[in-house]
């Protein structure tokens, strides 16, 4: 089964509004980490933000925010005030306790219309 | 968080060769991590690599294939060897961010192989 699990394979945003970024995941560890990561064409992977699954509050960093939804196992990420540089690929991933490599969901890839 | 130096940043290598991928990192970490990336593709771990022991490889991945060096707790080489078209990749190192009090696992640049 897959791990984590992102459904868009492509979106598109209007610049200047907000979008969300869906991602599922599974897992039976009870302590688990959820990152979510953007790569440019130039294929670096960038971090974004980060939530713990004990953090009671939604982690947010700048324009980014996690929409952290522990029952329904779902870490969604929203962009707001979409910029023209933020067009890439967008990587959802989670660290378990007992592993100490992130594992990957397949990416969505955003395009940001001007 | 550590700053990770990877080369070559790109390179076009013929069938049957082995190319070889160094990460130099700013700090001493005790883990670092190689992906690869095949075009369209999300990261897949090839392997892990401690300092001073084997590397542990994932399923699907051999040692014979993808030779792994970890010298020091700052430096770590990956060899792509007998190279086929398929390798063509991106391959990327990664650090785990805990042993800095971190949480973003950083990563190098990566290395884009083409293998013609």
């Known amino acids: 089964a897959q791990k984590i699990t992102q459904t868009q394979p492509g979106m598109f945003v209007q610049e200047k509004e907000a979008v969300t970024l869906d991602c599922t995941y599974d897992?039976?560890?009870?302590?688990?980490?959820l990152f979510w990561y953007k790569q440019p064409s130039s294929g670096e992977m960038i971090f974004l933000i980060y939530?713990?699954?004990?953090?009671?509050q939604n982690a947010t960093e700048g324009r980014y925010s996690l929409n952290f939804q522990k029952a329904r196992k779902s870490a969604n990420l929203v962009i707001s005030a979409s910029q023209l540089g933020d067009s890439a690929m967008y990587f959802c991933a989670m660290r378990e306790r007992s592993r100490r490599q992130l594992t990957f969901g397949s990416g969505t890839q955003l395009t940001v219309l001007p | 968080s550590a700053v990770i130096s990877q080369k070559p940043s790109r390179d076009i290598c013929q069938r049957g060769t082995s190319l070889t991928i160094q990460c130099q990192v700013d700090?001493?970490?005790?883990?670092m991590f190689w992906y690869r990336q095949q075009p369209g593709q999300s990261l897949t771990l090839i392997a892990t690599?401690?300092?001073?022991?084997?590397?542990?490889?994932e399923s699907g991945f051999v040692i014979d294939k993808f030779p792994i060096s970890r010298p020091n707790l700052t430096f770590s080489t990956l060899t792509v060897s007998n190279m086929s078209p398929e390798d063509s990749s991106i391959y990327l190192c990664s650090v785990d961010p805990r042993t800095q009090g971190g949480y973003g696992y950083t990563f190098g640049s990566g290395t884009r192989l083409t293998v013609v």
């Open positions: 897992t039976s560890d009870q302590s688990y980490g």
């Open positions: 939530q713990g699954s004990y953090d009671e």
């Open positions: 700090s001493q970490v005790t883990m």
């Open positions: 690599a401690n300092q001073g022991s084997e590397a542990t490889y």
